[in-house]
Protein backbone atom coordinates (compact mmCIF):
# COMPACT_ATOMS: atom_id res chain seq x y z
CA UNK A 1 0.00 0.00 0.00
CA UNK A 2 1.24 3.29 -0.87
CA UNK A 3 1.02 5.36 2.28
CA UNK A 4 2.61 8.48 0.32
CA UNK A 5 1.58 9.40 -3.12
CA UNK A 6 2.49 11.65 -6.22
CA UNK A 7 -0.34 11.14 -8.77
CA UNK A 8 1.50 13.58 -11.39
CA UNK A 9 4.61 11.61 -12.51
CA UNK A 10 6.02 15.14 -14.12
CA UNK A 11 5.42 18.23 -14.68
CA UNK A 12 6.56 20.83 -17.13
CA UNK A 13 6.73 24.79 -16.61
CA UNK A 14 8.00 28.05 -18.04
CA UNK A 15 11.05 29.49 -16.28
CA UNK A 16 10.05 32.49 -13.81
CA UNK A 17 6.05 30.57 -13.51
CA UNK A 18 5.03 29.06 -10.44
CA UNK A 19 5.80 25.19 -10.07
CA UNK A 20 3.62 23.63 -7.59
CA UNK A 21 4.24 19.49 -6.83
CA UNK A 22 1.62 17.95 -4.77
CA UNK A 23 1.49 15.18 -2.40
CA UNK A 24 -1.42 13.41 -0.77
CA UNK A 25 -0.84 10.51 2.44
CA UNK A 26 -2.38 7.95 3.96
CA UNK A 27 -1.44 7.49 7.53
CA UNK A 28 -2.64 9.90 10.14
CA UNK A 29 0.20 8.89 12.18
CA UNK A 30 2.89 10.80 9.61
CA UNK A 31 3.77 14.42 11.78
CA UNK A 32 6.77 15.60 9.89
CA UNK A 33 6.91 16.22 5.96
CA UNK A 34 9.74 16.82 3.42
CA UNK A 35 10.86 17.43 0.04
CA UNK A 36 14.29 16.23 -1.98
CA UNK A 37 15.44 17.01 -4.91
CA UNK A 38 17.21 14.26 -6.97
CA UNK A 39 19.47 14.89 -10.48
CA UNK A 40 20.10 11.40 -11.88
CA UNK A 41 22.90 9.32 -10.42
CA UNK A 42 22.79 11.79 -7.07
CA UNK A 43 21.33 10.97 -3.69
CA UNK A 44 17.94 12.78 -2.72
CA UNK A 45 19.27 16.08 -1.72
CA UNK A 46 17.15 17.96 1.32
CA UNK A 47 14.80 20.77 0.20
CA UNK A 48 12.43 22.02 2.82
CA UNK A 49 10.07 20.08 5.76
CA UNK A 50 7.05 20.88 7.64
CA UNK A 51 6.20 20.11 11.36
CA UNK A 52 2.71 18.62 11.03
CA UNK A 53 2.13 21.70 13.79
CA UNK A 54 2.52 24.12 10.88
CA UNK A 55 0.24 24.75 7.75
CA UNK A 56 2.79 26.69 6.03
CA UNK A 57 7.07 26.83 5.75
CA UNK A 58 9.15 29.39 3.29
CA UNK A 59 12.69 28.85 2.65
CA UNK A 60 13.82 31.65 -0.56
CA UNK A 61 12.02 30.51 -3.44
CA UNK A 62 10.04 27.14 -1.71
CA UNK A 63 7.34 27.48 0.32
CA UNK A 64 5.32 23.82 1.38
CA UNK A 65 2.12 23.91 2.44
CA UNK A 66 -0.24 20.93 4.68
CA UNK A 67 -3.97 20.67 4.69
CA UNK A 68 -3.58 18.14 7.71
CA UNK A 69 -7.65 17.95 7.26
CA UNK A 70 -6.92 16.97 3.48
CA UNK A 71 -3.95 14.65 3.98
CA UNK A 72 -2.29 17.29 1.50
CA UNK A 73 0.76 18.70 0.68
CA UNK A 74 2.34 20.99 -1.91
CA UNK A 75 5.68 21.83 -2.38
CA UNK A 76 5.59 25.94 -4.96
CA UNK A 77 8.81 26.75 -6.66
CA UNK A 78 9.04 30.14 -7.49
CA UNK A 79 10.01 31.77 -9.63
CA UNK A 80 11.02 29.01 -11.09
CA UNK A 81 14.60 28.35 -13.15
CA UNK A 82 15.99 25.72 -15.14
CA UNK A 83 18.10 24.27 -12.88
CA UNK A 84 15.36 23.59 -10.72
CA UNK A 85 14.76 20.47 -13.04
CA UNK A 86 15.22 17.35 -11.20
CA UNK A 87 12.58 14.52 -9.40
CA UNK A 88 10.85 15.94 -6.47
CA UNK A 89 10.06 13.30 -3.60
CA UNK A 90 8.06 14.53 -1.18
CA UNK A 91 8.79 11.86 2.11
CA UNK A 92 7.01 11.86 5.63
CA UNK A 93 7.96 10.19 8.63
CA UNK A 94 6.23 9.42 12.23
CA UNK A 95 5.90 8.10 15.82
CA UNK A 96 5.47 5.18 14.79
CA UNK A 97 6.24 3.57 18.64
CA UNK A 98 9.68 3.67 18.41
CA UNK A 99 12.62 5.69 17.10
CA UNK A 100 13.36 5.54 13.62
CA UNK A 101 12.29 8.02 12.23
CA UNK A 102 12.12 6.23 8.75
CA UNK A 103 11.30 7.86 5.60
CA UNK A 104 8.27 7.10 3.71
CA UNK A 105 8.70 8.26 0.07
CA UNK A 106 6.03 9.10 -2.88
CA UNK A 107 7.11 8.00 -6.59
CA UNK A 108 8.14 11.37 -7.17
CA UNK A 109 7.79 14.28 -10.06
CA UNK A 110 10.01 15.15 -12.45
CA UNK A 111 9.62 18.45 -13.27
CA UNK A 112 11.25 20.65 -16.45
CA UNK A 113 11.55 23.80 -16.56
CA UNK A 114 11.78 25.14 -20.01
CA UNK A 115 13.90 28.47 -20.57
CA UNK B 1 31.42 18.77 6.62
CA UNK B 2 32.02 16.80 3.70
CA UNK B 3 28.96 14.85 3.43
CA UNK B 4 27.62 11.39 3.15
CA UNK B 5 30.07 9.56 1.22
CA UNK B 6 29.36 5.85 -0.39
CA UNK B 7 31.66 3.52 -1.76
CA UNK B 8 31.85 2.03 -4.86
CA UNK B 9 29.76 4.11 -6.93
CA UNK B 10 28.85 1.17 -9.10
CA UNK B 11 29.06 -2.50 -8.69
CA UNK B 12 28.45 -4.94 -11.63
CA UNK B 13 28.54 -8.43 -10.82
CA UNK B 14 27.02 -12.06 -11.58
CA UNK B 15 24.04 -13.34 -10.62
CA UNK B 16 24.93 -15.55 -7.08
CA UNK B 17 28.41 -13.29 -5.81
CA UNK B 18 28.56 -11.49 -2.83
CA UNK B 19 28.69 -7.39 -2.85
CA UNK B 20 29.58 -5.29 0.07
CA UNK B 21 28.86 -1.29 0.18
CA UNK B 22 30.11 1.25 2.62
CA UNK B 23 28.76 4.19 3.66
CA UNK B 24 30.63 6.77 5.89
CA UNK B 25 27.93 9.18 7.63
CA UNK B 26 28.55 12.71 8.60
CA UNK B 27 30.78 12.38 11.55
CA UNK B 28 28.97 13.69 14.25
CA UNK B 29 25.98 11.85 12.88
CA UNK B 30 24.68 9.02 15.11
CA UNK B 31 22.04 7.77 12.99
CA UNK B 32 22.14 6.01 9.78
CA UNK B 33 19.88 4.50 7.22
CA UNK B 34 19.76 2.30 4.28
CA UNK B 35 17.48 2.09 2.10
CA UNK B 36 17.09 0.93 -2.00
CA UNK B 37 15.54 2.55 -4.87
CA UNK B 38 14.28 0.99 -7.75
CA UNK B 39 13.56 2.64 -11.28
CA UNK B 40 10.57 4.52 -10.89
CA UNK B 41 9.95 4.41 -7.54
CA UNK B 42 10.99 6.44 -4.27
CA UNK B 43 13.69 5.01 -1.94
CA UNK B 44 12.41 2.62 0.49
CA UNK B 45 13.50 1.76 3.90
CA UNK B 46 16.20 -1.14 4.51
CA UNK B 47 17.41 -0.68 7.91
CA UNK B 48 18.00 1.45 10.77
CA UNK B 49 20.91 2.19 13.11
CA UNK B 50 21.53 4.18 15.86
CA UNK B 51 24.90 4.66 16.99
CA UNK B 52 26.57 0.74 16.44
CA UNK B 53 22.72 -0.46 17.24
CA UNK B 54 21.04 -1.86 14.54
CA UNK B 55 17.46 -0.87 15.80
CA UNK B 56 15.20 -1.66 12.65
CA UNK B 57 14.65 -3.87 9.48
CA UNK B 58 12.21 -3.51 6.83
CA UNK B 59 10.85 -6.96 5.71
CA UNK B 60 12.30 -6.21 2.97
CA UNK B 61 15.67 -7.23 3.76
CA UNK B 62 15.88 -10.70 3.36
CA UNK B 63 18.52 -12.95 5.47
CA UNK B 64 21.25 -12.90 2.19
CA UNK B 65 21.17 -9.23 3.33
CA UNK B 66 23.34 -8.07 6.61
CA UNK B 67 24.66 -4.64 8.04
CA UNK B 68 26.79 -3.87 10.13
CA UNK B 69 27.79 -0.54 11.80
CA UNK B 70 30.85 -1.93 14.32
CA UNK B 71 32.17 0.93 15.46
CA UNK B 72 29.08 3.72 15.06
CA UNK B 73 30.42 5.50 12.59
CA UNK B 74 30.78 3.71 8.87
CA UNK B 75 28.38 1.18 7.71
CA UNK B 76 28.32 -1.78 5.54
CA UNK B 77 25.73 -3.67 3.56
CA UNK B 78 26.44 -6.95 2.43
CA UNK B 79 24.49 -9.07 -0.23
CA UNK B 80 25.33 -12.66 -0.19
CA UNK B 81 24.59 -14.84 -3.62
CA UNK B 82 23.32 -12.26 -5.33
CA UNK B 83 19.96 -12.35 -7.42
CA UNK B 84 18.96 -10.11 -10.65
CA UNK B 85 15.94 -8.83 -8.60
CA UNK B 86 18.92 -7.13 -6.29
CA UNK B 87 19.88 -4.30 -8.77
CA UNK B 88 18.50 -1.07 -7.80
CA UNK B 89 20.71 2.16 -6.18
CA UNK B 90 20.90 1.49 -2.80
CA UNK B 91 21.34 4.87 -0.83
CA UNK B 92 22.69 5.23 2.94
CA UNK B 93 21.47 8.90 4.65
CA UNK B 94 22.58 10.01 8.22
CA UNK B 95 20.91 12.08 10.50
CA UNK B 96 21.19 13.80 14.25
CA UNK B 97 19.08 12.12 17.32
CA UNK B 98 16.23 14.38 17.58
CA UNK B 99 16.70 15.42 13.77
CA UNK B 100 13.86 14.95 11.08
CA UNK B 101 16.19 15.37 7.87
CA UNK B 102 17.99 12.66 6.93
CA UNK B 103 20.94 13.66 4.52
CA UNK B 104 21.81 11.14 1.22
CA UNK B 105 24.75 10.15 0.12
CA UNK B 106 25.20 9.55 -3.51
CA UNK B 107 24.33 5.95 -3.83
CA UNK B 108 25.81 2.88 -5.20
CA UNK B 109 24.25 1.43 -8.41
CA UNK B 110 24.33 -2.33 -8.29
CA UNK B 111 23.64 -4.15 -11.29
CA UNK B 112 23.71 -7.94 -11.43
CA UNK B 113 23.89 -10.00 -14.55
Known amino acids: DQQVKQNSPSLSVQEGRISILNCDYTNSMFDYFLWYKKYPAEGPTFLIS?????DKNEDGRFTVFLNKSAKHLSLHIVPSQPGDSAVYFC??????????????FGTGTLLAVQP | DTGVSQNPRHKITKRGQNVTFRCDPI?????LYWYRQTLGQGPEFLTYFQNEAQLEKSRLLSDRFSAERPKGSFSTLEIQRTEQGDSAMYLC???????????FGPGTRLTVL
Open chain 2, 93 to 103: ASSLIGDNEQF
Open chain 2, 27 to 31: SEHNR
Open chain 1, 50 to 54: ISSIK
Open chain 1, 91 to 104: AASGDYGGATNKLI
